[in-house]
């Protein structure tokens, strides 16, 4: 996965993510808004036959003490790791109790 900052300032990230598509793109979308810091957080994907979404962020201002976009990036990076940890671990279980039947 190659991602390319396109702006960078200290209230705002957009950067765009080489190969992937709605479905990460969604995901990710979600985890960032879930940060109470976030004001707004979307993507885009300018051209359907080039899927290279842009992701953008910006933070609310005032808020102390203040994050930056590209730790919230980070920390929706691992919330979204830890979850599907989560998943994996949950559906060996539910396959193990089917196969009990």
Known sequence: MNIKVLKKTPNELRI???GEGHTFCNVLQRALLEDKTVEM??????H???ANPVVYVRMKEG???EKKPETVLREAAT????????FRTSL???LKEWQKR
């Open 16 to 18: 765009e993510i080489e």
């Open 41 to 46: 957080a979307g993507y885009d994907i300018p």
């Open 48 to 50: 359907p036959l080039v």
């Open 63 to 65: 808020r102390k003490p």
């Open 79 to 86: 919330k979204i790791k830890n979850q599907t940890k989560q």
């Open 92 to 94: 060996k279980k539910a």
